[in-house]
């Protein structure tokens, strides 16, 4: 067999460890809502978590991804080194593009096991910067971008907790804590209708179909806009109609068996905001799977080094089912610690931290501000139980997860320079004449 077919199917195995991760740590956030409101139980979270992150990896994933994640690296100052052999550059390439993937995989299924949500985005920057350090020097690491990532650990929670706080104090005072709660839902419900509805078609557009919409010149900045208030106005009107049959008979009922009607009313709508966030991180963090180990595959090929690379559609397939792989078996565990400890969710509570972290998401993606889903999503449900006091989340859970967010990126760093110095001593002799051919 020939020795890069090897190199590759090493690789894929790899990249499909960091998949798994990724299904299992990353991918379970997007369903926490979900699951800690009962809207949906752990199994049916699996399966449409599944369905919407395969769907988006597979059919709007990038076909053309970044040879190193965020631009944190750039292979060129490698490739440009004097007094390096022919084909060194790019075996070195390989080498630590595989020590990135593999030590990034590794932190995120420590992190899983112990139900801590941490970045897989932060982690493959953190695992690439580490090898760039010691490839090429600390000035091959782009340090602005690494400052905006690390800014992004504040501005994430932040600004999703802000939102989510003022969605559900919405919600809270004009619907659950009036005197018949079911007739000011009737009043009050399309107006979440209709902020879901456009923040989610947005959302889809930009951060799930961005890898396709260049195909389609007509559906510019104005048009995707109107298509969403247009689309947000006629779901408000249905879901009008739709509250006022489902509360029909409850308006009269004591509070109690009110609000837990209202309360059955966000359901659907809990479940929707979530299945959105699966797909477009399907769409979007698949390239942290995929986009390392595209770059080998590229490199194993044509001996060539280059800033993007495509992505043939069965690597597409194999970050996509890995994902699944992942939270499939092990997601219940970051589900759990997302959905359940950090506060208590209900449907509505849900629904206002989804929109929170969706919007926030959209927007700074807009701003080009680097941030994580992750974290906006646990700043948003921080945000929901601030709504109920200092007492509505639990400080010692949030201060585990804020500490595992701060150590990511220099755990994948510090062990990605470990591996990397192991594989270059070891493959990099072995290596050279593959690619130089």
């Known amino acids: 067999m020939d020795i890069s077919t090897v190199i590759i199917g090493l690789t894929a195995l790899i990249g499909l460890y960091m998949a798994w991760n990724i299904g299992a740590n990353d991918v379970a956030n997007s369903m926490a809502d979900a699951v800690g409101s009962k809207a949906l139980s752990i199994k049916q979270a699996v399966i449409l978590a599944g369905i919407c992150e395969f769907a988006g990896a597979v059919l709007v994933g990038s076909h053309v991804t970044e040879t190193v994640r965020k631009g944190i690296v750039d292979p060129s100052l490698l490739a440009n080194m004097p007094g390096l052999r022919e084909g060194e550059a790019a075996a070195i390439i390989v080498i630590g593009m595989a020590a990135a993937l593999l030590c990034a995989a590794i932190w995120l299924n420590l992190a899983t096991f112990i139900g801590m949500p941490v970045s897989t985005t932060h982690s493959i920057v953190g695992a690439v910067a580490g090898f760039g350090i010691v490839a090429v020097g600390v000035n091959a690491v782009n340090w602005t971008k690494m400052s905006q990532i690390v800014a992004s650990w504040f501005i994430s929670p932040l600004f999703g907790g802000i939102c989510a706080f003022v969605i559900f104090k919405f919600i809270s005072r004009r619907i659950l804590g009036r005197t018949r709660p079911a007739r000011a839902a009737i009043i009050y419900t399309p107006f979440i209708v209709f902020l879901l509805v456009m923040v989610v078609t947005l959302a889809t557009v930009y951060k799930g179909l961005k890898h396709v919409i260049g195909n389609i010149p007509w559906l510019t900045d104005n048009v995707t806009l ?16 739709y509250v006022r049959a489902k509360l029909k008979d409850k308006r009269e009922l004591p509070i109690a068996k009110q609000l837990e009607a209202v309360e059955n009313v966000f359901v659907p709508l809990v479940i929707i905001s979530s299945c959105s966030v699966a797909f477009a991180h399907g769409a979007n963090d698949v390239a942290n799977a995929i986009g390392p180990f595209a770059a080998i595959v590229h490199i194993l090929q044509t001996g060539d080094v280059a800033m993007k690379v495509g992505v043939p559609f069965w690597v597409l397939c194999l970050g ?25 969710i209900t449907p509505s509570r849900g629904v206002a931290a989804d929109i929170a972290a969706t919007a926030t998401v959209l927007i700074c993606t807009r701003l080009a501000l680097p941030v994580s889903t992750t974290h906006t999503l646990v700043g948003a449900i921080m945000g929901i139980g601030l709504a109920r006091g200092l007492g509505g989340i639990d400080g010692e859970v949030t201060r585990r997860i804020f500490g595992s967010w701060f150590i990511t990126v220099p755990i994948a760093a510090i062990l990605s320079i470990i591996l990397f110095v192991i594989g270059r001593a070891v493959f990099l002799e072995m290596l050279i004449p593959v690619i130089a051919g």
Do not use: D, F, N
């Open 226 to 241: 109107l298509l969403a208030v247009g689309l947000a106005l006629v779901t408000a009107y249905a879901s009008r109609i």
């Open 320 to 344: 996509g089912a890995g994902i699944v792989l992942g939270l499939a078996s092990y997601g219940h565990k970051v589900m759990t610690t997302v959905g359940t400890k950090i506060c208590e």
